[in-house]
């Protein structure tokens, strides 16, 4: 049980086109869900917080504007990244935490390459 | 806002050793998480434990959260290991820098 999928996996784009990634909790109902992003060979920082619902609370210097969350559904949230730009290639990934309990489940990670 | 540390940051076993992990944070956690993320970057839950001992086969786990500090065990390691191992205070969602752990066979 605590399946976290995300879709794409990969993901290449151009600079300035705009790309959405979708997190999906599979057999629970996420009240809350996370965003991450991974540079390579660091850790994770959070990027932000959704709640199904309600707007998303980011973290201090991520941009709201760029970075666009949605928590459509206890099962959904998506996270578009604007007008892309290399500096934004990274690896994103999500995590929820079902109703009720404390403990994170992670998604698979996108990696997204921006050329 | 809480830190969280993690040593060694680096490890490098052979197979078949025993190691210990360790994760210190600066205040009183509710919650705290182990994880092992693998070579494709999936993070993959090792142990929910604000506080006690849990074993999970050949991995165990140790939060004395009194004195602000959780311990991985992993004896018997095995190739499969490798990859980092990061702590995280979930409540807080911070994470530790990772240990990066190696072993060869």
């Known amino acids: 049980g605590a399946v976290v999928s995300q879709h794409p996996s990969w993901v290449i784009c151009k600079s300035g086109t705009s790309v959405k990634i979708e997190c999906r909790s599979l057999?629970?109902?996420?009240?809350?869900m996370f965003w991450y992003r991974q540079f390579p060979k660091q850790s994770l920082m959070l990027m932000a917080t959704s709640n199904e619902g309600s707007k998303a609370t980011y973290e201090q210097g991520v941009e709201k504007d760029k970075f666009l969350i949605n928590h459509a559904s206890l099962t959904l949230s998506t996270l578009t990244v604007t007008s892309a730009h290399p500096e934004d290639s990274s690896f994103y990934i999500c995590?929820?935490?079902?109703?009720?309990?404390?403990?994170?489940?992670f998604g698979p990670g996108t990696r997204l390459t921006v050329l | 806002g809480i830190q969280v540390e993690q040593s060694p940051p680096d490890l490098i076993l052979q197979e078949g050793a025993n190691s210990t992990l360790r994760c210190n944070f600066s205040d009183s956690v509710n919650n705290l998480q182990w994880f092992h993320q693998n070579p494709w970057g999936q993070l993959i839950n090792l142990f929910y434990?604000?506080?006690g001992t849990k074993q999970n086969g050949r991995l165990s786990a140790t939060t004395v959260a009194t004195e602000r500090y959780s311990l991985l065990y992993i004896s018997s390691s095995q190739t499969t290991d490798s990859g980092v191992y990061f702590c995280?205070?979930?409540?807080?969602?911070?994470f530790g820098a990772g240990t990066r752990l190696t072993v060869k066979p």
């Open positions: 995280a205070v979930t409540g807080d969602m911070r």
């Open positions: 057999d629970f109902q996420a009240t809350t």
């Open positions: 434990i604000p506080s």
């Open positions: 995590s929820a935490i079902g109703t009720g309990g404390n403990e994170q489940f």
